[in-house]
């Protein structure tokens, strides 16, 4: 905790806000903000991300290791949930450290959908790159569905509207390396990406 504290006062200064701008933006008092960047006193998950918001970062900017920055190669055995969206959307992070990087690769897995539903499109700035590992992944890309075995890849556009779901009854597990890194850029997408 007491490095993250020192963490939000430093992006807290980079963004010339005081203690009183922060405690404005977040709701929580300037005496418990001063305390936590010292490291004394703790925090609750949702305070730590209405910092984050209030910093313009994404809350896992906090969560990633420390002492995984810096290093190169990530084990198997060292992957770690990074988050669950919608209860359906499993992801890993296939990188120690996001920061300054270009693009995000990831793993997520995908849990089946209980019946098949229609999926909305979307759009975002970037480009996306899906390899399906596992399963049978559906991907919609400008209103036409594409099922995708494992060993197939798709590449484009993400401005382009799209998305992509499991219809099936097994899990599917894919590959999603994507730009912009939303972690590096402090936005954060909430959909199923």
């Known amino acids: 905790m007491r490095e993250i504290g020192s963490e939000i006062k430093e992006l807290r200064k980079q963004n010339n806000m005081t203690l009183k701008d922060l405690s404005e933006k977040t ?19 949702d305070s730590l991300e209405l910092i984050a918001r209030s910093l ?45 990087k270009s693009f995000l690769p990831r793993k997520i897995e995908i849990l089946p959908m209980e019946k098949e539903e229609d999926i909305k499109e979307y759009s975002h700035k970037g480009e996306e790159f899906i390899y399906v590992i596992e399963g049978i992944l559906t991907l919609f890309l400008d209103s ?45 997408n909430r959909d199923n990406e």
């Open 27 to 45: 709701g929580l008092s300037i005496g418990f903000l001063s305390q936590f960047e010292r490291g004394l006193s703790t925090i609750a998950i």
């Open 56 to 100: 313009d970062v994404g809350l896992s900017h906090f969560l990633l290791k420390p002492n995984a920055k810096g290093k190169y190669v990530l084990k198997s055995f060292e992957q770690e949930v990074h988050e669950v969206i919608n209860n359906k959307f499993i992801h890993y992070n296939l990188s120690n450290d996001l920061n300054k």
């Open 144 to 188: 036409k569905r594409y099922d995708l075995y494992p060993g197939d890849s798709a590449h484009y556009d993400s401005q382009k509207m799209h998305n992509w779901t499991n219809y099936t009854s097994k899990m599917v597990k894919i590959i999603v390396v994507s730009t912009p890194n939303h972690y590096f850029e402090g936005e954060v």
